[in-house]
T-cell receptor, first 115, second 113 residues
Framework: GAVVSQHPSRVICKSGTSVKIECRSL??????MFWYRQFPKQSLMLMAT?????????EQGVEKDKFLINHASLTLSTLTVTSAHPEDSSFYIC???????????FGSGTRLTVV | RKEVEQDPGPFNVPEGATVAFNCTYS??????FFWYRQDCRKEPKLLMS???SGNEDGRFTAQLNRASQYISLLIRDSKLSDSATYLC??????????????FGKGTKLSVIP
């Protein structure tokens, strides 16, 4: 089946640094990629929707200058957390729609810890 | 009403028990629904899709009541491996043929030996 490869799976970074998370679709083209964030014991919350070749659409309350999304090709979308702070520590996960009838595939997630 | 609302849980049940989770949704235009399973610190994985009144797959049965905007998941003969958080998910139209997912907060199930 369709696979979305996400890495890194885990990253620890210092406050003020930037972290890039990559999601690649394998064996299919992901026109749209969704980026979610999940805090402990909370639901997955949509951060932004990225479309290949155009600007991402951010959900209310998500800073577009802090969470940079690039979707330059049909198989790669990246999320960069800039100037990371401890409150950005969370589980970040991407998802791509793989076809009709709402088929979705999730990446394996990235656990970010900012110290 | 919140977009997708679930029983908070946790549900602690013995092996072999039958357990049911409920979910209500606010978007009356939604046509399809999903139950996902999420293990601790892992990505969600699709468990069942519900397009009409219901769906059954082995020990798992999902039912949909459009009039009440209500979805349920029934697990029969619970196994230890069923321990996880179960997420009720409703797609919404993001435009241009793509659909974003709205997740419920999830219901945690622990199956006890």
């Amino acid at each position: 089946g369709a696979v979305v490869s996400q890495h890194p799976s885990r990253v620890i970074c210092k406050s003020g640094t930037s972290v890039k998370i990559e999601c690649r679709s394998l064996d299919f083209q992901a026109t749209t990629m969704f980026w979610y964030r999940q805090f402990p014991k909370q639901s997955l919350m949509l951060m932004a929707t990225s479309n290949e070749g155009s600007k991402a659409t951010y959900e209310q309350g998500v800073e577009k200058d802090k969470f940079l999304i690039n979707h330059a090709s049909l198989t790669l979308s990246t999320l960069t957390v800039t100037s990371a702070h401890p409150e950005d520590s969370s589980f970040y996960i991407c998802s791509a729609q793989t076809g009709e009838n709402y088929g979705y595939t999730f990446g394996s997630g990235t656990r970010l810890t900012v110290v | 009403r919140k977009e997708v609302e679930q029983d908070p849980g946790p549900f602690n049940v013995p092996e072999g028990a039958t357990v049911a989770f409920n979910c209500t949704y606010s978007n009356s235009a939604s046509q399809s629904f999903f139950w996902y399973r999420q293990d601790c610190r892992k990505e969600p994985k699709l468990l069942m899709s519900v397009y009409s009144s219901g769906n059954e797959d082995g020990r798992f049965t999902a039912q949909l009541n459009r009039a009440s905007q209500y979805i349920s998941l029934l697990i029969r003969d619970s196994k230890l491996s069923d321990s996880a958080t179960y997420l009720c998910v409703v797609p919404g139209d993001s435009g241009a043929g793509s659909y974003q997912l709205t997740f419920g907060k999830g219901t945690k199930l622990s199956v006890i030996p």
